[in-house]
């Protein structure tokens, strides 16, 4: 049995072209691994036999969160394997005859069960085929496993895993890895275990920050600013300012009516008092006329 210890180093980020094209949401789901999250991954790993030799793990992959708490993506591998110095005696040409490269691409999914910014848990499951070097054909491999993402900061996070494996049809692989009909030593057609042990950072992991971008309304077309309408009232930034009323005119005032004149006071009824008159004029002498005497002038 061979015991895989890859390191695996990822970096989850919101790509802004996938990000820009999710629909506009007042209330955006801020928690990891939501939907629209891209989350690209480097992997780096090798193994060992009792008897000698080893293998090179060198990957990549891709998922992306279509949905919230459910990822879709592709892995490309390439493991190399290093046979002991001691096959050269004992199985001559064996390096020429087994594979000693694979190289497979295994689409899969990653369902997160819980997202949280400290504890995520998830499966992972993946199927797909598996070429092998030496003209030994193609065979199929399939991998599953649980893990768990346990948040270290806002945007760093481990990632703790196991992943089982193996290969079908047993057959055919079992006979890509024969020597003149017999079986040796390294058989990887049965059941494997692989430890998985990783940081995944980026934006994508913790508290994730909404992208202004992303929520800002379709801009309007430019219209004057227009000046605010009067206030009665004083804005707050400026003091209360107290200005005396202006002044009134004087309310028009009605004319106090004319005097009457007393009433007459009670008694006797006054006779009015007769006007003084001349005593007649001389008559003159005879033969003379008298003069005219023009009748006096009231006042």
């Known amino acids: 049995m061979r015991l895989a210890l890859p390191l695996i ?22 928690r990891p691994w939501s939907r629209g999250t891209l989350m690209p991954s ?35 591998r390439n493991v190399t394997t290093f046979l002991p110095a001691s096959y050269d005696t004992d199985f001559p040409g064996l390096k020429k005859s087994i594979p000693t490269n694979e190289f497979s691409m295994l689409p899969g999914v990653m369902l997160v069960l819980y997202r949280n910014y400290r504890f995520s848990p998830y499966i992972h499951g993946g199927v797909g085929p598996v070429f092998l070097n030496h003209h030994r054909g193609v065979v199929g491999e399939w991998n599953a496993g649980p893990g768990v993402l346990i948040g270290l900061g806002s945007r760093l996070a481990l990632n703790l895993g196991i992943s089982f494996s193996s290969r079908f049809p047993t057959d055919k692989c079992e006979a890509a890895y024969r020597y003149q009909g017999q079986d040796v030593f390294y058989n990887p057609c049965g059941l494997r275990w692989n430890i998985n ?17 992303q929520y800002q309304p379709a801009p309007q077309p430019y219209q004057p600013a227009q000046p605010p309408p009067p206030s009665t009232y004083p804005t707050p930034e400026s003091p209360p300012t107290y200005a005396p009323p202006p002044e009134q005119p004087p309310p028009y005032e009605q004319p106090p009516p004319p005097e009457q004149p007393p009433p007459p006071a009670y008694g006797p009824p ?30």
């Open 9 to 30: 180093l990822s970096l989850a980020a919101l790509a802004p072209a996938v990000a820009s094209a999710r629909p506009f949401s007042p209330t955006p789901d801020d």
């Open 42 to 76: 480097l992997g780096l790993g090798g193994s060992f036999n009792r008897g000698g030799g080893g293998s090179l793990l060198i990957g990549a992959g891709l998922t992306y969160f279509a949905v919230n708490n459910l990822g879709l993506g592709l892995n490309l």
């Open 197 to 213: 042990v990783g940081l995944v950072f980026g934006f994508g992991v913790g508290r994730q920050r909404r992208d202004p971008a």
């Open 270 to 299: 006054t006779q009015p008092v007769p006007e003084a008159t001349s005593p007649p004029p001389a008559a003159p002498p005879p033969g003379e006329t008298a003069p005219v005497t023009p009748p006096p002038v009231r006042p």
